[in-house]
């Protein structure tokens, strides 16, 4: 070999390496099969941990799809999702409406059937699968680790093994056949009450004595009657044990521990809309759930609108902190990004909170 031959064999082996190397440092950069496309497509992660440290990410679902899969993050499925709660580990539990299960996620987003058998209709008590729901939708946590889950009339208990009891059922009477009055609001409070929404009362129910009910408030909520639609109405119970309830009115109210009926918080009565601001001018169409953080600050899926409203305490200063007003599908990544149809929302001990968004459940995280 010549000496030129072997210095122009020598440069063409130095520019494959180099090629090969500048191949190898973008695979390294973008991960496997190379370079991928940034997208806030409501595609989410893959559940639990991965989702962004700010903004929305999906937990378990697909916002789209349902089903009744057990599964990890986006691989699981969900048929019509409504009501939250989190226990003190973090474990979300749900009332997967459509399936007429309980169904847990942990943590890292795997799902679980954590009472009821999927598609399978009762009122049957016991343990895990050998219970039985008709229609649960709402869905609470106490102090001592319990769920209380409305479904149809009833009020089901849940303890922590799974075993299923039935608190009540609700009388039939004062509800009427209409869908749209069926409760489909609870939370707890401190001292062993419940408290119900439905579409035309507000209830404060003592566990111990069901009979014993207290009415905050009586009504008609809209829509009109007949039209066969379920219209959940949030609650939740602060520590000190004032509810805030989302009431007949369209306004947000409270009642303080031991009081017999509502006053008013925020908005304005009878006036919907998706206006921030003071406690005068804001407004809500329709809050289907609400959670409380360890601030006192409340947090709201505000369902017709389709975003997650905040409302300051004490003085009632609303604003919109996830979510694009009207938008209807889910879209993850950063804030304010877009929700399927809200129905549920729950928050943790960290400040995360958490809503089921078409047939997904999705984690916001906040700034």
Known sequence: MTIESAVRTHSSRLRVRLLCASVAALLCACGPGGPKRETDDGSGGSGGDSGPSTGISVL????????????????????????????TNGNVYVADQGNLTIRKIAPDGTVTTFAGVANSSGTTDGKGNRARFTQPTAITIDGNGDLYVIDNLSIRKITMDGTVSTVTTLSFGNFGLDVQ???????????????VTSGVDTRRIPISNPSNARTLETGAVFPVYGTGVLVPRGVVVDPDGTAYVADLTRTLSRATSGATALTSFV??????????????????????????DKNGNLYGADAINNTIRKITTPDGTVTTPAGTSKSTTLRTGKLPGSFAQLRGIAIDGSGNLYATSGNAVVKIVLP
């Open 267 to 292: 908005g304005s009565r009878n006036q919907a809309g998706n206006a921030d601001g003071n406690a005068s001018t804001a407004r809500f169409q329709q809050l289907v759930a609400l959670t409380i």
């Open 60 to 87: 378990a679902g697909d916002p789209v799809t349902g089903g009744s899969a057990n599964n990890k993050g986006t691989s699981a499925r969900f048929n019509t999702p409504r009501g939250l709660a989190v226990d």
């Open 181 to 195: 009055n069926y409760p489909a609001g609870i939370a707890a409070d401190g001292d062993g009450n419940l408290f």
